[in-house]
């Protein structure tokens, strides 16, 4: 069980809504992760590897910026079956690049342009991911 | 300069996922357990971001251009092919088997999860396969096209 936050998911929400527009006034481009975290690896088209760098290492220093300012840990329930998150990653790398884009580049941004091939791509990962819990979790595990 | 702005830009949106709770994988898969343990608040998480990012852009594409670039760069590609079924597709299924999705996983890099360190390189070498697969020129040995 975990519990229903409605008030800090919405306040986070607002955060990372925040963020993606900042970006787009700043620089232009889309905040979608897959987009950024996967153009850190050669080939490389332009010259914005340092911006993407930076905006990766903002996203792993955040936790660490998060505990250090309110004091609190920051909870992560990880699975330590090894197989199933490498089989996890895998997926969700491949998948994500080569549906050009993943939660936040389809989820927020695309969404919030009124991107019918971003509403397709979120509402197909939203309907797989919904198929794999309840089939790991009330078919193969019930 | 763009370094320190995608940097504080990096760190609010990871502060986001943090305290939205989708930084957790738990709270994730249970959000996706609709017939069991359910936790709808990442509903939440999208409504405030999705609802944000709408409003922002509007503001945002009044201006010509974005303040440290030429031009907006946005996605061109309308087309509802086969590329955007069975990617978010195969993304979906991993959503599923992890609770990660490549932020909330990128988040988790310095937290010490050995979940994490299964996930994070396979997540890269998945992107690297993918960029391989869609552009076909791209060749792993050379990284510029060769001369016609």
Request: with cysteine; net charge positive.
């Amino acid at each position: 069980m975990t519990e229903f936050t409605p008030i800090a998911a919405t306040v986070g929400g607002i955060l990372i809504g925040l963020s993606a527009v900042l970006l787009m006034a700043w620089e232009g481009r889309i905040a979608g992760i897959s987009g950024i975290a996967g153009r850190l690896l050669p080939p490389y088209g332009d010259k914005a590897l340092p911006s993407r760098l930076a905006f990766v290492l903002g996203l792993v220093g955040a936790p660490l910026v998060y505990a250090a300012a309110t004091g609190s840990q920051v909870v992560q329930t990880v699975s330590a079956n090894l197989p199933l998150m490498a089989l996890a990653g895998l997926l969700v790398g491949f998948g994500s690049v080569y549906g050009s884009g993943c939660t936040s580049g389809h989820g927020v941004c695309g969404l919030s342009r009124l991107s019918v091939r971003s509403l397709v791509a979120t509402l197909t990962f939203m309907a797989t991911a919904f198929v794999t819990v309840f089939v790991v979790r009330h078919v193969v595990g019930a | 300069m763009s370094f320190v702005v995608n940097l504080v830009l990096g760190l609010l949106f990871g502060i986001g996922l943090v305290v939205s709770g989708m930084s957790d994988p738990a709270k994730v898969l249970n959000f996706l357990d609709l017939f069991g343990t359910w936790d709808p608040s990442l509903a939440f998480v999208m409504g405030g971001a999705v609802v944000t990012t709408f409003i922002g852009y509007r503001l945002v594409f009044r201006r010509p251009k974005p303040v440290a670039a030429d031009a907006f760069h946005l996605p061109a590609n309308n087309a509802i092919d086969r590329r955007i079924l069975v990617g978010p597709a195969i993304f979906g299924i991993g959503w599923g088997l992890g609770g990660f999705c490549p932020g909330p996983a990128l988040t988790a890099t310095a937290l010490g999860a050995a979940g994490t360190y299964a996930f994070l390189p396979m997540m890269f070498l998945g992107m690297w396969l993918a960029r391989w697969t869609v552009d076909r020129r791209f060749s792993p040995v050379f990284t510029s096209p060769p001369a016609p």
